[in-house]
């Protein structure tokens, strides 16, 4: 049920772009997008409820097509901040229970 | 506002010595709670989620049990740790809604079994 990341990590230069996917071969009711700098917490950016929605936070965007149970987060004009782990999540019972997140996309801008 | 509060930091134990992880939650009521663990290669793993007291639904089938003795308190828990129970546990907690809503993770536990 864990749903796929990919790439598993990717390394930038400051100010380019960076396209991370998530898929999912169960139906997805929703999804999320949280990142993590190393020894901390995650923290969340967005969640994504309608087929075809998209949102943006700052420079990074995501979009969810329902149809294809997928679901990719954008990131332009990276910055040294951008910098942690990417995970993608999603609660296959809806609200009730179990969110489910990916392993993780290893970001690194480097300067 | 709410918060949530996770410890203790950082755990030292020995193979075969029991656990016990808490979590608390403040400023919300009947909140969904999970607990996750971290550990590398393997993202964020669901082990426990809780929709109410005393409800308790486990993802994994580990030597881990998990307990919600009132309704903004998780607790997680062993009887005897395994050298592969080491890795950064979170505890979360969301509003249950009849929509989906972020999930506010605590600062976590990083538990070595030595």
């Known amino acids: 049920q864990q749903p796929v990341q990919s790439p598993q990590a990717v390394i930038l230069r400051e100010g380019e772009d960076a396209v991370i996917n998530c898929s999912s071969s169960k139906a997805l009711y929703s999804v999320h997008w949280y990142r993590q700098k190393h020894g901390e917490a995650p923290v969340f950016l967005m969640i994504?409820?309608?087929?075809?929605e998209q949102k943006g936070h700052e420079k990074i965007s995501a979009s969810f097509n329902e149809k294809k149970q997928q679901s990719s987060l954008y990131l332009t004009a990276s910055q040294l901040s951008y910098s942690g782990t990417y995970f993608c999540?999603?609660?296959?019972?809806?609200?009730?229970?179990?969110?489910?997140f990916g392993k993780g996309t290893k970001l690194s801008v480097k300067p | 506002s709410q918060t949530i509060h996770q410890w203790p930091a950082t755990l030292v134990q020995p193979v075969g010595s029991p656990l016990s992880l808490e979590c608390t939650v403040e400023g919300t009521s009947n909140p969904n709670l999970y607990w996750y663990r971290q550990a590398a290669g393997r993202g964020l793993q669901l082990l426990f989620y809780?929709?109410?007291?005393?409800?308790i639904s486990s993802e994994v089938p580990q030597n881990l049990s998990a307990s919600r003795p009132q309704d903004r308190q998780f607790i997680l828990s062993s009887k005897k740790l395994l050298l592969s129970d080491s890795g950064f546990y979170l505890c979360a907690w969301s509003v249950r809604t009849a929509m989906n809503t972020e999930a506010f993770f605590g600062q976590g536990t990083r538990l070595t079994v030595v």
């Open positions: 809780s929709v109410g007291i005393g409800q």
């Open positions: 999540g999603t609660a296959y019972g809806g609200s009730q229970g179990n969110l489910i």
């Open positions: 994504l409820l309608k087929g075809g």
